[in-house]
Nanobody, 120 residues
């Protein structure tokens, strides 16, 4: 049984911060690259960030604008997404997923998602 569980979402005001967690059970995350995705109402799911398992290289979508940071803690079998200076357009359900390499649109495992709402 393989599970990915996202947590850390919530309601914040514009300019606020949240730290999302992606915790794995049933397997070790250090065998995979991990991507963060999001889906807003009425829009397709889009990639936000990714971290490789080989050398820890990180990737970010342009719309992040240096506001988000992805990191990995292999000891805790968890990947994080630190989100700063949040904007209303960041409102979405955020998901994490495993893949063999960042940039490849093939995933293996998905979490259930965590809601992020940015509003005043």
């Amino acid at each position: 049984q393989v599970h990915l569980v996202e947590s850390g979402g919530g309601l914040v005001q514009p300019g606020g911060s949240l730290r999302l967690s992606c915790a794995a059970s049933g397997f070790t995350l250090d065998h995979y690259a991990i991507g963060w995705f999001r889906q807003a109402p009425g829009k397709e799911r889009e990639g936000v960030s990714c971290i490789s398992n080989s050398d820890g290289t990180t990737y970010y979508a342009d719309f992040v604008q240096d506001r988000f940071t992805i990191s990995r803690d292999n000891a805790k079998n968890t990947v994080y997404l630190q989100m700063n200076n949040l904007k209303p357009e960041d409102t979405a359900v955020y998901y994490c997923a495993t893949t063999i390499n960042c940039g490849i649109d093939i995933t293996y495992h998905w979490g259930q998602g965590t809601q992020v709402t940015v509003s005043s």
